[in-house]
């Protein structure tokens, strides 16, 4: 337990949450700690995320759901196409998606298959408990993504911005966040790319309400925690990754040693082949020389002289 002048932050089984669901992209890794005991702590009656792409962030949401047998009515919309910043994808990503959610979730989750604001009418407001926005980055679309869910959100809502900490590619979500940070009760992440907390509603579990006032004291020592806790996640992906990778180079190479071996055997195929050859011409030659050097050429070297003169 951690004291803290006000109000205490206990330790949780959540910290050590393992996610099921390791994919790439996976900048979302470190923030699963958290969003297990935020999940664990706030228990939304019903959750939507905005952005779902391979599903890092939303597995380890539905996990906690599942794990924890919450009632909490899970919702992901994301058109499955890409956009500019996460680049275009094919429908094999959605079916991937598809074939794992249906197969794990099914029973409490939807995959809405949709823009944000196509499934803006699907949803009453004030019934979103937690709202996750990681859509297009640029400040433009986070802001209309921010303020056409608000009204969604219900008097226990809390809003989770990703990419708060991204400055570089047009990405504007840090901007938004230093408005809305000055505006509602926050806490606010800087690792894996950077995760905004925002409680905008009025009635929020006591239990985030307690973790954002220690933050409001000790920022550094609550960034620390969580970010500590990511940071094994964040490792045991990146070595996943990097094992992946070295696995397809040593595949690339394999097909480049058999493609080698390919090649060896052309060229010595073709040397047998020239060397068969030098020995045919070699013994043409020799037989060229045995016959000119033979008793019956020479007597008819005459004959074939006049021979000669005579076509002429
Ligand atoms: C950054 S990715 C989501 C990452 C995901 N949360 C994770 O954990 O890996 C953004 C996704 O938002 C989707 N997207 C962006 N703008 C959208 C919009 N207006 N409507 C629906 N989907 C959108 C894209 O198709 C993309 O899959």
């Given amino acids: 337990m951690i004291n803290t002048m006000s109000n205490s932050l206990k330790i949780d089984d959540s910290w050590l949450f393992d996610p099921q669901r390791l994919v790439e992209p996976s900048s979302w ?3 699963t700690p958290f969003a297990a005991w935020l999940i664990a702590n706030i228990q939304p009656r019903r959750l939507v995320e905005l952005g779902t792409h391979t599903g890092f962030s939303y597995g380890s949401f539905c996990q906690t759901v599942q794990s924890r047998g919450l009632a909490t009515e899970c919702y992901a919309v994301d058109t499955w196409q890409g956009d500019e910043h996460a680049g275009l994808y094919s429908d094999a990503i959605f079916e991937e998606v598809r074939a794992w959610h249906d197969a794990h979730y099914a029973g409490f989750s939807r995959l809405l298959r949709m823009t944000f604001d196509e499934a803006l009418g699907y ?3 004030g019934s979103v408990d937690l709202l996750h926005i990681d859509g297009l980055h640029t400040y ?6 921010f303020d056409t869910w608000l009204p969604k959100l219900s008097s226990r809502g809390v809003v989770l911005l990703h990419d708060t900490n991204v400055r570089e590619r047009g990405f504007g979500v840090w901007q938004l966040w230093e408005t809305l940070s000055a505006r509602y009760p926050h806490i606010g992440f800087d690792h894996s790319s950077g995760l905004g907390v925002l409680l905008v509603g009025d009635d929020v579990a006591p239990e985030l309400v ?5 933050y409001a004291q000790h920022p550094a020592l609550i960034r620390g925690i969580f970010a500590q806790l990511g940071g094994r996640i964040e490792n045991f992906c990146d070595l996943r990754h990097e094992r992946s990778q070295n696995q397809a180079r ?3 190479l394999e097909e480049r040693e058999a493609m080698l071996q390919l090649r060896d055997a052309a060229i010595a195929e073709k040397d047998t082949a020239l060397r068969e ?3 045919v011409q070699r013994q043409l030659h020799e ?3 045995r016959l000119m050097a033979s008793r019956s050429w020479r007597l008819t070297t005459p004959l074939r002289a006049l021979m000669g003169l005579l076509r002429r």
């Fill in 29 to 31: 890794a470190g923030h």
């Fill in 123 to 125: 949803f009453s407001d």
């Fill in 140 to 145: 433009d679309a986070v802001k209309h993504d």
């Fill in 210 to 214: 307690n973790l954002t006032r220690s």
């Fill in 250 to 252: 040593g595949q690339a």
């Fill in 277 to 279: 050859q030098q020995e």
């Fill in 287 to 289: 037989q060229i020389e």
